[in-house]
């Protein structure tokens, strides 16, 4: 599977290295042509596409408003697709207090009703950020006793902790250097790993490479019936994605690049989850980190993550 | 002499910081009990000390704060209509009971104030609104309250669809021969 994937795709790089600028692309930069033809090539537009992080911005609203017209037409509403870049003098960082955090998993459901994720049905698997592991008693943290499949009615059930994993952010992402086509980097600016879905090659070594098991495979068609759909999309961010393509959190950058909180710490009814930018000495996480011993999750591996663990109970 | 003064005025200074930012916070609208604009009806001078189990009115108010070592007094404030919760004998209105639970939890109250015991709403970049105290914990109850958990991931999630399926099918078969 993992070889024609990866073949179709060469012979698509082939193509587009054939035909060059004089090609498709060469038609479809021409400024006299009329909207309804414009439209016709999309998909040929789609196809021949550079990679995100190389476009120009001009490029870049084109590419989105291309996927607006693709998205609005499919899911029959008004879908925004984004371009935004980092906010300049902003790097993102989160801090979750284990000691408190009551395992309710609102946040998974949240982040998969925000993020526009696969829901499970009978040809799509459930596909979900954050991962809510359960750590029985009192003993220290240790992530290979914990269980992701916990089933406490009420909680919390003390004793007992719960730790929320999502991505990392890694600020060496080791699923980043394991891409071989670098669909996946990190934003220089914010600090968030993000993907060009289109310029996945669904190869997975990026899963392999990620020691949080942090992202998920569209092995099937993605179930998004439209009226769960998110119109507020990102091009890297929550835009719809498709069959064959790997995802991960993204800390909403849709809303996060808009100074809004993500989905996972808007919908915590416990308050333990702190996001901002840790450059500004008033923000939130600035002050746990002021207060609280933080940690990060497998810190020893040196992949320095963005995303980091404390107790105030302690 | 002179450094003990300004030791005891940065002390002071630090001291006092994290409440002059208390009054800048904003709260999240809340639906308070219409029964707060009403105490005064009766308690206008009405009040008693003694410790013991209501029942002429408020029978429902078991306190299950603090194992029996507080009582009304300690939050409400006796000698004002009880319209008024105090801290160090300072009145303190429904909306600033959290200066009120300083008062017994110093470090949670700083906490509070900076955002990190409590939960901030509007954006990490836009005017934050807060919650209240009492707005996760119930005062006269304050555990915080077990709540329903949302389902169990499935147990093939995130991989191929269909994986367990077909197993199903042929255990459902084999059980109608």
Redesign the interface.
């Known amino acids: 599977m993992q070889d024609t994937k990866q073949s179709g795709c060469m012979s698509r790089r082939k193509a587009l290295k054939v035909l060059g600028t004089a090609g498709a692309v060469g038609a479809l930069a021409q400024p006299a042509m009329a909207a309804e033809q414009v439209k016709a090539m999309d998909p040929v537009a789609e196809f021949f596409q550079s990679h995100f992080r190389d476009m120009t911005t001009e490029e870049k609203l084109e590419t989105v408003a291309r996927f607006e017209r693709k998205y609005s037409k499919k899911f029959e509403k008004d879908v925004k697709v984004s371009a935004k870049d980092a906010i300049p003098g902003v790097k993102f960082v989160y801090m979750l207090d284990i000691g408190r955090c009551i395992g309710c998993k609102k946040c998974v459901y949240g982040c998969v009703e925000e993020n526009n994720q696969s829901r499970p049905s009978d040809n799509s698997s459930q596909i979900q950020y954050i991962r809510v592991v359960k750590q029985e008693g009192d003993e220290p943290l240790d992530l290979d006793k914990a269980d992701h499949y916990y089933e406490d009615d009420m909680v919390p059930q003390r004793p007992g902790t719960y730790i929320p994993i999502q991505c990392q952010q890694c600020d060496h992402p080791p699923c980043a250097q394991a891409c071989p086509v670098q669909a996946t980097w990190k934003d220089k600016g914010d600090g968030v790993v993000q993907i060009d879905y289109n310029w996945c090659i669904g190869c997975r070594f990026c899963m392999a490479a990620c020691p949080y098991q942090a992202r998920r495979f569209n092995w099937g068609e993605p179930h998004l019936p439209a009226d769960d759909m998110n119109p507020d999309t990102h091009y890297l961010g929550n835009r719809p994605r498709m069959k064959g393509v790997v995802e991960k959190c993204h800390f909403c950058m849709q809303r996060t690049r808009e100074g809004l909180y993500p989905a996972c710490h808007e919908v915590c009814p416990t308050g333990v989850r702190k996001f901002g930018n840790i450059l500004d000495p008033n923000s939130e996480v600035r002050q746990v980190m002021d207060r609280y011993k933080v940690f990060r999750l497998k810190e020893d591996l040196g992949t320095e993550p963005s995303f980091f663990y404390y107790s105030s109970t302690k | 002499m002179v450094r003990t003064s300004v030791m005891f005025l940065l002390v002071l200074l630090f001291a006092v910081a994290p409440m002059a930012s208390a009054e800048e916070i904003t709260y999240r609208d809340r639906e308070i009990d219409p029964l707060t604009e009403e105490c005064l009806d009766c308690h206008d001078g009405m009040t008693n000390t003694e410790r013991r189990t209501l029942e002429d009115m408020h029978d429902e108010k078991v306190l299950k704060h603090g194992d029996g070592r507080i009582w009304c007094h300690d939050c409400h404030n006796a000698d004002n209509g009880n319209m008024l919760l105090s801290t160090d004998e300072r009145p303190v209105t429904w909306e600033k009971s959290d200066e009120l639970c300083g008062k017994c939890h110093a470090r949670i109250q700083e906490?509070f104030v900076?955002?990190?015991?409590?939960?901030?709403?509007?954006?990490?970049?836009?005017p934050k609104v807060s919650?209240q105290c009492v707005g996760?914990h119930n005062p006269h109850d304050p555990k915080?309250a077990?709540?329903?958990?949302?389902?169990?991931?499935?147990?093939?999630?995130?991989?191929?669809?269909?994986r367990f399926?077909k197993k199903e099918h042929k255990g459902e078969s084999n059980a109608g021969h």
């Open positions: 906490d900076l955002g990190i015991h409590t939960k901030w709403l509007g954006g990490w970049d836009k919650y996760c915080f077990q709540i329903k958990a949302e389902p169990v991931p499935l147990k093939n999630s995130g991989l191929r669809p269909n399926k």
